[in-house]
């Protein structure tokens, strides 16, 4: 017979398992956080909109649309790229590691900085680049970069440190253009890439999920989905918003963002597969864990990897798309891109070369740094593509 100082053993039955329920809509500190400054900045813009209809916003800072856009998507790298690397340094150091034995990569990784850098600080602190009537367009304004002696229009000119790359036509220094153009290829570039990524990573692991749970009817719908959206012409959808709301920038963002995340849910839905049927994901379904919660706590983080990869990789593809766009006339007449400026000296190629191939050589090397930076971070944060 037990006595009172005998230990008892709690049985299964005997555990109240209603008094263990762990809340699945639970938000962690950090989230808080995060949701708390998407509200600002939401509620900054409805300010912006509504009060401040016409005029600068921020002191002599006239946010715009796109702006507006790339602020939280800053935010949004900030907590779920930067701070997980921050708070797992070993792990980071791991992938520090790993993505050094890659040497082009390396270099591309410090001459994207600089331009991500670049283009955030040069438009704050100088002026647009100026720009002359049409009309009144002098073939004399065209100076060549510094130290370069060249013959424009039967003249001998040489390029002076006042405009280091040479001029335009307008007499807009090429120097000027292309720090303004950074901006723009970052902005095309994030905004896309962190809209695409959103919906594919979640579209693609709520579709494994759903296979893995035998709800195959939202796989299916999903993918289906998936598949009309990859033959749908997006490209003359652009067109036609073009032509009925005009060349704006933020839309053309937005309709990359929108249209762009197929491949990423495909790849991330076969990823996901895999880590569907692992042992803690049936331990939390066991557990009463909602859809979203593992979606959200155990599928997304664990198929980051992938995530991060296609990043990477996606990213030269939309600054590329919309270079392509403003070199045939349909970008945003509003801003400084790469592919305007290339566009613009085409009729200059005999006078003044400069004019189109250095901005040109700015976009190969963006586009061609991100690719190897995507290469070596697949091999880092992926060892099985290491080969």
Same mark, same amino acid.
């Given at each position: 017979?037990?006595?009172?100082? =005998? ?19 639970? @938000?962690?500190?950090?989230?808080? !956080? ?15 909109? %509504? !009060? ?53 990569? $390396? ?6 900085? @600089? !331009?991500?850098?670049?283009?955030? @600080?040069?438009?704050? $602190?100088?002026d647009p680049p100026g720009s002359v009537d049409i009309s009144t367009r002098l073939q004399n304004q065209l100076e060549p970069p510094v130290g370069v002696t060249y013959l424009v229009q039967a003249e001998m000119k040489t390029g002076t440190w ?21 901006? @723009? ?35 299916? $719908? ?11 012409? !997006? ?30 849910? %495909? ?10 049927? =692992? ?5 939390? %379904? ?35 798309? =919309? ?5 045939l006339g349909f970008g945003d007449p509003d801003t400084y891109s790469w592919g305007r400026t290339i566009s613009a000296g085409r009729a200059e190629l005999g006078d003044a070369p400069w004019i189109s191939t250095i901005p040109g050589f700015f976009l190969f090397f963006t586009v061609l740094g991100f690719n190897f930076v995507g290469d070596a ?6 060892? %099985?593509?290491?080969?």
């Amino acid at each position: 017979m037990a006595t009172e100082d =005998e230990p008892t053993t709690a049985k299964f039955t005997d555990i109240d398992w209603e008094t263990q329920k762990v809340s699945t809509l639970a @938000v962690s500190k950090t989230s808080l !956080v995060e949701i708390l400054i998407y509200l600002a900045i939401i509620a900054a813009f409805l300010y912006d909109w %509504r !009060v401040i209809t016409d005029g600068p916003t921020i002191g002599s800072w006239d946010v715009t649309s796109v702006e507006w856009m790339f602020i939280p998507t800053l935010v949004f790298i900030a907590f779920h790229g930067v701070l997980p690397l921050y708070r797992n340094q070993r792990l980071a150091a791991y992938y520090w590691q790993q993505f050094q034995k890659n040497k082009m990569a $390396v270099v591309s990784l410090a001459f994207l900085a @600089v !331009v991500f850098a670049t283009g955030i @600080v040069g438009p704050m $602190v100088l002026d647009p680049p100026g720009s002359v009537d049409i009309s009144t367009r002098l073939q004399n304004q065209l100076e060549p970069p510094v130290g370069v002696t060249y013959l424009v229009q039967a003249e001998m000119k040489t390029g002076t440190w006042a405009y280091p790359l040479g001029t335009d036509a307008k007499g807009r220094g090429i120097l000027k253009l292309i720090i303004f153009g950074m901006r @723009v290829s970052m902005e095309v570039g994030l905004i896309a890439t962190v809209m695409a990524m959103s919906i594919g990573s979640v579209v693609g692991t709520v579709a494994a999920y759903s296979t893995a749970a035998d709800y195959d009817m939202v796989d299916e $719908v999903l993918m289906r989905y998936v598949d009309i959206q990859s033959v749908f012409p !997006v490209f003359i959808l652009l067109l036609l918003t073009i032509y009925l709301f005009g060349p704006q920038l933020w839309f053309i963002i937005a309709l990359y963002g929108f249209f762009g995340w197929e491949g990423i849910a %495909r790849a991330v839905r076969g990823e996901a597969l895999q880590r569907a049927e =692992e042992e803690y994901i049936t331990a939390s %379904r066991a557990a009463g864990a909602n859809t979203g919660w593992i979606v959200r706590r155990h599928l997304i983080p664990n198929v980051t990897n992938t995530i991060i990869t296609l990043a990477t990789l996606a990213i030269p593809g939309y600054i590329l798309g =919309e270079a392509a766009l403003s070199f045939l006339g349909f970008g945003d007449p509003d801003t400084y891109s790469w592919g305007r400026t290339i566009s613009a000296g085409r009729a200059e190629l005999g006078d003044a070369p400069w004019i189109s191939t250095i901005p040109g050589f700015f976009l190969f090397f963006t586009v061609l740094g991100f690719n190897f930076v995507g290469d070596a971070a697949r091999d880092a944060l992926d060892p %099985r593509h290491e080969a």
